[in-house]
């Protein structure tokens, strides 16, 4: 049995190692002690790393229950993903995502047992194809909050993807990390296996599975295409490791407003209305000590990894009741009662958050109060919806910029009277 196992390690590299002659192992010294072999009495030959075989990486994704058949391919850059056959596939959205972990609104669930047979479907998979890609990242640019993540996928259009999501980190940091995220990529795995695991129809794209305690994501089908439920699942596997680092994980979005940089909680209508203005759209971000910085790339390399700590929170919230006033400053205590409300016209939304969330919110919100009260950052309620009209847009912003340089007065709820 061991010298099977040592046999399925190196078959393809010997199989495809023409360059490299067969020589002998003393005069290489790259012999294999005689106790091992001497069942067989024969000689294996280690051929030289090379494009596409790495013994650490290989003994790595073994780890991983993926057991390379012929040639593992890291962090290729895009020219050389497309030399692959990378394209840029259409974007999907609204695709299941099914989640195994406490979690708060906004996923399917998925059992233990159903997991687990999902990924040795996928592991065997890509154990059986020729040529797999991999690809290391992070969540967050921070080192010491982020959350490292390892792509093996079958398909280099899928790599070409997510390196376009994930930020850049240090060659062999994933290697060195205790507890990475893991993403499998599943492309061409048939329908018939998805269906095998129990979870309903994968339909004709595929679907999203995470489990949290095996910080594990599976994408089955056209799944990498779907970026905005890559991300909810990201987000939602990265919370515990992030909380874990000091980090605090946000459903946030940053307005950078001369030397200010502003920590925005809003409702999707006013995002969407002043988007051009936000350093990006998606609804992420990691505060530390160290500054804040989003989850994921923002597609502009020429804006920091980085922001300095937040000049001020501000908390957005949508009233056409006359209760809550245009303006206002809170307490710490204040704008964390709001944060754990996100109130919006008679609906609430706790964290301001829409997509899956790994942490309690009643947990984050005393999180958030600590960071006010340590690191002292004023915090606001803008009522966008005051009046007849929703303030959106570049209005916002120049209502959000106000706030900052007026004194602003303190959080009073109106009365508002029935008739």
Same mark, same amino acid.
């Given at each position: ?39 067989? &009495? ?33 962090? #290729? ?23 195994? %972990? ?16 999902? #990924? ?6 890509? *154990? ?46 994933? *290697? ?33 599975? &995470? ?11 056209? &799944? ?59 609804? %992420? ?40 006033? *245009? ?62 009209? #929703? ?29």
């Amino acid at each position: 049995m061991r010298n099977y196992l040592l046999r399925r390690f190196l078959q393809a590299p010997l199989s495809n190692s023409r360059s490299v002659p067969a020589v002998s192992l003393s005069a290489r010294r790259y012999a294999v002690s005689a106790p091992l072999i001497e069942e067989e &009495a024969e000689t294996v030959v280690f051929p030289r790393e090379g494009p596409g075989f790495s013994y650490g990486l290989n003994w790595a994704l073994a780890g991983k229950g993926v057991i390379v058949n012929d040639k593992a391919f890291r962090n #290729l850059k895009s020219p050389e993903l497309q030399q692959k056959g990378a394209t840029i596939a259409e974007s999907l959205s609204g695709l299941p995502i099914h989640v195994r %972990g406490d979690v708060f609104g906004g996923a399917l669930e998925i059992s233990k047992a159903q997991f687990s047979k999902l #990924l040795k479907q996928v592991t065997s998979h890509l *154990s059986s194809i020729s040529d797999i890609y991999v690809h290391d990242g992070a969540i967050g640019s921070s080192s010491k909050c982020d959350a490292k993540v390892r792509v093996i996928s079958d398909s280099p259009s899928a790599i070409l993807s997510l390196s376009n999501v994930l930020w850049k980190t240090p060659t062999r940091a994933v *290697s060195h990390d205790s507890c990475p995220l893991t993403v499998y990529v599943a492309s061409s795995l048939s329908p018939g296996a998805m269906e095998a695991v129990g979870i309903g129809s994968p339909g004709k794209n595929g679907f999203i599975a &995470a489990d949290i305690e095996r910080s594990s994501l599976i994408l089955c089908g056209k &799944a990498f295409s779907d970026t905005n439920g890559i991300k909810a699942a990201l987000s939602a596997l990265s919370g515990p490791i992030v909380s874990a680092r000091g980090g605090l994980p946000l459903s946030a979005r940053l307005l950078v407003s001369g030397d200010s940089v502003i920590l925005l909680f809003a409702p999707e209508d006013i995002v969407r209305s002043c988007s051009d203005l936000l350093v990006s759209m998606d609804a %992420g971000v990691i505060l530390s000590s160290q500054g804040v910085a989003p989850f994921f790339q923002t597609g502009n390399s020429s804006r920091p990894n980085l922001y300095k700590l937040p000049a001020a929170v501000i908390l957005a919230s949508s009233d056409s009741s006359g209760a809550i006033p *245009s303006v206002s400053k809170l307490s710490p205590g204040q704008a964390t009662f709001h944060f754990l409300a996100g109130y919006q016209n008679g609906k609430f939304t706790p964290a301001y958050n829409e997509i899956p969330l790994s942490a309690n919110p009643l947990e984050l919100s005393k999180a958030v109060l600590s960071k006010l009260k340590d690191d002292q950052i004023p915090a606001f309620l803008i009522n966008a919806n005051e009046g007849e009209k #929703l303030t959106t847009g570049k209005d916002f912003v120049k209502l959000v910029q106000s706030t900052l340089t007026k004194n602003v007065p303190a959080f009073k709820p109106k009365v508002v009277r029935r008739s």
